[in-house]
């Protein structure tokens, strides 16, 4: 019979996606025994989070301040609206240093199966925040899976409906990519994808 | 281990994923030969994991696995080709069709020929671009309305509707009748049912979806029935695009 604060402990690590019993165990003994002081600062910094993180109120991304730094920029092209699935997107829209217009982030994306709605990827938000009158350009630039794509489409059509620009990330052959070594199933949406030059 | 515990490069496709343990997924896949069955993908959400791009709905794949558990654990995934998936609103027909196999088939038995008609419906759903907007919606509606009626006769809730349940004698395309799911089409005369036409019940019987009254009927028809074999809890997928035309008004 463990003490009851451990075993809250590892009942509450247990929350973590993929992890299990044993791991969260070994997790709470590693805190524990080897690292107390990580142990302590993981605890702040959550609490920390919890209480001062939210997300901004323009792009839904996590923010302290009611509007986050991209939203209060003023070096960001404010007609250009990015659509991401999740805060990963966006800080790898950000990586590439190619794109400076502003972002919406999902949180999520259209998966049917699985119940995520419209409701749960927050499109009426999206609606308002897109039809600002400044924003001329929506750029989807969800995943390019059955659930980004129908996100996508469906994104599209509301906004298009409202007189929105909107324009779909392209893809294709990565960069570098040599034909005999690409996945069959990009070469094949390359070939349905291809522009004239 | 047994040689009936190994399968080798057989055809299916991923109806629907969810993720298992830290790294790896479990694919609810519908195959030719033994219909639906659920597979361990080990690794499939690391980011190098050659299965992360392929384990995905409307993808023609060859599959092998083995085991004998109710979850098999999948070891490899080949792209078949010549099957490009479906788009924009065909997209969203495929998720429901997804939802319907997942719904209703049961792991393990095989339908060889409903898997056809699946492989079939996928290429037809993908086939409808360059339609107009009113062209599509109905081109999609009858895809829609004959695989359900397949997928229903195929898992053994086949309704016969061009035949009186009361009288045994055919339908008459004047007529209207109620269609209860466990009798049959009656003579309308205030009785409960989904209320529909002797000329859309043989429409029905005769796959020909061509008219513009049967297309609505049917609908209304398909649906009772599906409803009732399905029970109590609805389709995500019904629900998503009623929440999604509620947003487009
Ligand atoms: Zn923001």
Redesign the pocket.
């Known amino acids: 019979m463990q003490p009851a604060a451990l075993e809250n402990l590892i009942t509450a690590l247990r929350v973590l996606p993929g992890v299990g019993p044993k791991s969260a165990a070994r997790m709470a003994y590693h805190l524990l025994q080897r690292d107390r002081r990580g142990a302590e600062a993981l605890a702040g910094a959550l609490n920390h989070a919890l209480t001062h993180l939210h997300h901004?109120r323009?792009?839904n991304?996590f923010?302290e301040a009611e509007?986050?730094e991209?939203?209060a920029s003023p070096n960001r092209d404010k007609r250009q609206l990015a659509v991401v699935e999740m805060p990963a997107d966006f800080n790898m829209m950000e990586a590439t240093q190619s794109y400076g217009g502003l972002y919406f982030v999902l949180m999520g994306r259209l998966s049917p199966l699985d119940g995520m709605g419209p409701r749960e990827i927050h499109l009426d938000r999206l609606i308002s925040r897109a039809l600002d009158g400044v924003v001329e350009e929506v750029v989807l630039a969800t995943n390019f899976t059955p659930e980004g794509e129908a996100t996508a489409h469906t994104i599209g059509e509301l906004l298009k409906a409202r007189g929105l620009k909107v324009s779909r990330l392209a893809r294709g052959v990565p960069v570098g990519g040599e034909l005999e070594y690409v996945d069959s199933g990009t070469l094949a949406q390359a070939v349905r994808d291809r522009r004239t030059v | 281990m047994s040689a009936d515990a190994r399968v080798n490069n057989e055809p299916g496709f991923v109806l629907h994923t969810y993720p298992f343990k830290e790294t790896s997924v479990v694919a609810e896949v519908f195959t030719r030969d033994h219909g639906r069955v659920a597979l361990i993908a080990r690794g499939a959400r690391r980011p190098t994991s050659t299965l992360r791009g392929l384990m995905q709905p409307f993808t023609p794949l060859l599959l092998s696995w083995f085991g004998k558990s109710e979850l098999r654990t999948l070891h490899a995934a080949e792209w078949q080709g010549g099957l490009l998936a479906p788009q924009g609103r065909a997209l969203m027909c495929g998720f429901y069709l997804n939802e319907l196999l997942l719904r209703l088939l049961a792991r393990g038995d095989a339908h060889e020929t409903l898997y056809d008609r699946y492989v079939a419906t996928l290429e037809q759903l993908a086939g409808e671009a360059g339609r107009s907007d009113y062209e599509r919606a109905t081109y999609l509606e009858r895809i829609l309305r004959r695989f359900e009626k397949n997928l229903l006769s195929e898992i053994g809730y086949g309704a016969t509707f061009d035949v009186d349940a009361d009288s045994g004698a055919p339908v008459q395309a004047q007529v209207r009748y109620v269609f209860q799911p466990e009798r049959g089409a009656l003579q309308a005369s205030g009785q409960p049912g989904c209320p529909v036409s002797g000329q859309t019940l043989i429409d029905l019987a005769t796959d020909r979806f061509e008219r513009p009254a049967t297309l609505v009927e049917a609908k209304a028809l398909m649906r009772t029935l599906i409803n009732h074999t399905l029970g109590a809890k609805p389709l995500y997928t019904r629900q998503l695009l009623r929440e999604l035309t509620e947003l487009t008004q």
């Open positions: 901004c323009l792009c991304n923010s509007v986050c991209v939203c």
